[in-house]
């Protein structure tokens, strides 16, 4: 028995792939070259998945993005957590790194980017210090939160137990931060999507944000369509891996359901 | 034994942050300055700072920084108004009113995972290098976070609150302005403060390819010159902006919240 | 031996220019194996008394010993039982019971041994893989004890245990708290806001003053109560309705208020 919200979804979906198709064809409101119709995206994807756009097929430049959104993700979270667990626990370690943070936390990741292509050029090691710069800072803050966090008296019932120390910081503090890390992870995944788009705009070889740079340059509407519906797609898939990852490890976690799904 | 609990006098922690940007600032001066690295490179803080002093009047790629500045506040205020502008009532309504919820979130779901810069060839196509595009680029990435937290206003109020309204005999005009709106402002201010981050970051991503002002233009042209001081300085003048709208926003939620007298975290 | 000793105890915290005493000279001996139970008004320091016990805290002059030994730091020597149960939401409640033995490395078999043996005394079977949240407080607070007791610590120490539970589940526990003291009894320091709790349970019961603590009272329990046979009546009630309970009670009672009406 299909739910309510989802009959009104695919009514609405049906309703406004029409309005498209009406206004970009036979009604001739919307020109082709503004805003593609459905048969020009088709084409597109087409041609874009079997003889290739942009110097490659779809698939390579599909694998060439999501490859390096994973490897900056994993860097940036990696370093991310890893700085966020000592700040959190020591709080020397907090003050001093603090100040430095605070100074470099304002600018706005993507600002980094003309200064990351003189130092490193368009090669995937600038896309993926791009990509630290925005995805290391969620993932930071939140850790570190998700540390500061935790009720003292599970630190001091671990201590009553005898916990060693390290078992203390593995079975206990990150367990512990764990629902908070996560959700640092999910601002640090949506980030690097941004970033890695941006820097492919920019300058790129193969991806998903260079198919839209060249079908920008060469003026290919259906070919935009194509690359941002990728982009789309693709961010989607990441993110419910995520998910389904958050869901597996904090399984013992009484969670309360997001509203809208943030 | 437990460095978590070690609380730290203000200045101890002012001792400690002030050795970490020595550490910071020395290292960074010390690599530029012995040529470790390179100048091109990376110059030394002093320069830079130096460099930003100098395009205060001194204009580049066409304008002065502040020139720069203005243009690139101009099409972000711009952009944040027009999210404002609809996220905001389309948030409340879709948050009160079951049916626009249903309707709006298939559409707001697909959209979303578009990363806002992917929207820029799109808005090349659409607007030129006009004002158009930036803003659709800055809509795109502040639209999000006003809406939901418009929606998250309107959805998680206290059902009691209402009923005790409704027990008063509250009428229905009331009921909108003086119960419902007023309980989802904290949690629409937040939304307005994330949206005010993420619409600024966008702003720049978008100068980096369609306009031909602002500072995010200016930082490329420098960076097609191999000018790392000016990008550097750029870099500098967008941080502190930034800093400047959150420090400012951040007051604001702060006076919204003790007005509306809200206890705890944000919704 | 494992008696629990306070010698001239004071603890003074020094708060940003504002200095509180939370206890002023405590000097208190808890016999081996005796349950003494203190209570007293809000902040008259008798938490902070037990978290020194614990060694969560260290006095500002004095000494805190327990048997005969220094209190250095906490340790499952002392084992404490929270008043918010403090379980790790993360572990199922056989890991929770476990963690203790993990630490002080008992080998695999005799912990899971010991694990079954203490869920069945704190009739908790059929729990074993259950979740915290997924259990009531009750049982939250059982799944706490028993992770104490498996340890077999010499000195137990309890920071209001049931004061986040609903009055009948109160009630309950501390009749099932009654028959594990009296069988195998172990030095207990007990804090409790409910005076009916502490005569009850206690051997002994100390009544402090208002903050900043000092011992105001001595009460003697367990004369009373082995010489009314307290321990021969099946329910709790029968005990409460017991008129040696109710003047014992009725004491603690009136002191308690002198405390609260005391000028400051």
Not at chain 1, 95 to 120: D, E, K, M
Not at chain 2, 200 to 219: F, H, K, N, R, T
Request: glycine share 10%; aromatic share 8%.
């Amino acid at each position: 028995m299909p739910s309510r919200r989802g009959i009104v979804a695919v009514l609405t979906s049906a309703a406004l792939i029409a309005l498209w198709a009406w206004a970009t064809g036979p009604s001739g409101i919307i020109s082709p070259v503004r805003f593609p119709s459905p048969p020009l995206v088709w084409e597109a994807l087409v041609q874009v998945s079997t003889v290739g756009f942009g110097g490659a097929t779809l698939p390579v430049h599909i694998v060439t993005s999501v490859a390096l959104v994973i490897e900056g993700f994993l860097v940036a979270a990696g370093t991310g957590t890893v700085l966020g667990l000592a700040m959190g626990w020591d709080r020397r370690v907090a003050a001093i790194v603090n100040p430095i943070f605070q100074l470099i936390r304002p600018i706005p990741p993507l600002s980094w980017i003309p200064l990351v292509i003189l130092w490193l050029g368009f090669d995937n090691s600038a896309k993926i210090l791009v990509i630290w710069f925005a995805a290391f800072v969620p993932a930071l803050i939140n850790t570190q939160t998700g540390v500061r966090d935790i009720p003292e008296h599970l630190v001091e019932a671990a201590y009553m137990l005898g916990t060693p120390r390290w078992r203390l910081l593995w079975g206990i503090v990150i367990p512990a931060a764990l629902p908070t890390i996560f959700t640092g992870l999910r601002l640090s995944l949506q980030a690097s999507w941004t970033t890695l788009v941006a820097a492919e705009l920019v300058g790129s070889f193969y991806g998903l944000g260079h198919i839209l740079n060249e079908a920008q340059q060469s003026v290919y509407p259906g070919m935009i369509f194509v690359g941002m519906a990728a982009v789309g797609l693709f961010g989607w898939l990441t993110t419910v891996a995520l998910a389904f990852i958050e869901s597996r490890v904090l399984a013992w976690h009484p969670s309360v359901r997001e509203l809208v799904s943030a | 034994m437990r460095n978590r609990a070690l609380r730290l006098s203000a200045s101890a922690r002012g001792g400690l942050g002030l050795l970490g940007l020595a550490g910071f600032f020395g290292i960074w001066t010390a690599c530029s300055v012995t040529g470790l690295v390179s100048a091109t490179f990376l110059p030394d803080p002093v320069s830079v700072i130096a460099r930003l002093i100098t395009l205060l009047d001194n204009p580049y790629a066409g304008y002065t920084l502040p020139e720069h500045l203005t243009a690139s506040f101009f099409r972000y205020g711009s952009g944040l108004l027009l999210a404002t502008g609809i996220g905001l009532p389309l948030g409340l309504l879709m948050g009160w009113f079951r049916l626009i919820d249903d309707i709006i979130t298939p559409v707001f779901d697909g959209l979303r995972f578009i990363a806002p810069l992917a929207w820029v060839p799109f808005a090349a196509l659409w607007f030129g290098t006009g004002l158009g595009g930036p803003v659709l680029i800055i809509f795109t990435g502040a639209f999000p976070p006003v809406l939901i937290g418009a929606y998250r206003g309107a959805r998680l109020i206290d059902p009691q609150l209402v009923e005790a309204a409704r027990m008063l005999g509250t009428p229905h005009h009331r009921m909108l302005t003086e119960i419902l709106l007023p309980d989802a402002v904290p949690s629409i201010v937040s939304g307005l403060r994330v949206a005010a981050g993420l619409g600024w970051q966008s702003l720049i991503g978008a100068e980096l390819i369609v306009v031909s002002s602002g500072v995010g233009y200016m930082m490329v042209q420098a960076q097609s010159a191999v000018s790392t001081r000016t990008v550097m300085a750029g870099i500098i003048a967008v941080g502190l902006v930034g800093s400047a709208i959150d420090f400012l926003l951040r007051l604001g939620e702060g006076a919204v919240r003790q007005r509306y007298g809200v206890l705890g975290p944000s919704k | 031996m494992s008696e629990i000793e306070f010698n001239k105890v004071r603890r003074v915290y020094n708060a940003s220019a504002r200095v509180t005493v939370a206890v002023d000279d405590v000097s208190l001996t808890i016999a081996d194996k005796e349950f003494v139970a203190i209570v007293g008004p809000s902040g008259c320091g008798k938490t902070t008394c037990l978290r020194m016990a614990a060694g969560f805290d260290f006095p500002s002059s004095g000494t805190v010993q327990v048997g005969n030994r220094a209190v250095r730091g906490p340790g499952p020597d002392r084992a404490v039982v929270f008043q918010h149960f403090a379980l790790f939401p993360w572990m199922t409640v056989s890991a929770n019971i476990m963690l203790g033995l993990r630490n002080a490395k008992v080998p695999r078999d005799e912990a899971e041994q010991r694990v079954v043996k203490v869920l069945e005394l704190m009739n908790l079977q059929g729990s074993e893989n259950a979740f915290p949240h997924q259990l009531s407080g009750g049982m939250q607070q059982r799944v706490a004890i028993a992770r104490a007791y498996v340890l077999d610590p010499e000195v137990l120490l309890m920071d209001e245990p049931f004061g986040a539970l609903d009055a009948q589940t109160r009630v309950v526990m501390q009749e099932e708290l009654v028959r594990l003291a009296r069988v195998n009894p172990r030095t207990v320091l007990f804090i409790t806001h409910a005076v009916e709790e502490a005569v009850y349970l206690a051997d002994r019961v100390v009544v402090m003053t208002r903050g900043p603590g000092k011992i105001k009272t001595i009460i003697p329990v367990k004369p009373i109560r082995e010489s009314e046979a307290w321990d021969r009546k099946e329910r709790i009630e029968d005990v409460m309705t017991e008129p040696s309970f109710v003047r014992l009670r009725t004491e603690i009672w009136r002191l308690l208020r002198e405390e609260q009406k005391a000028p400051n």
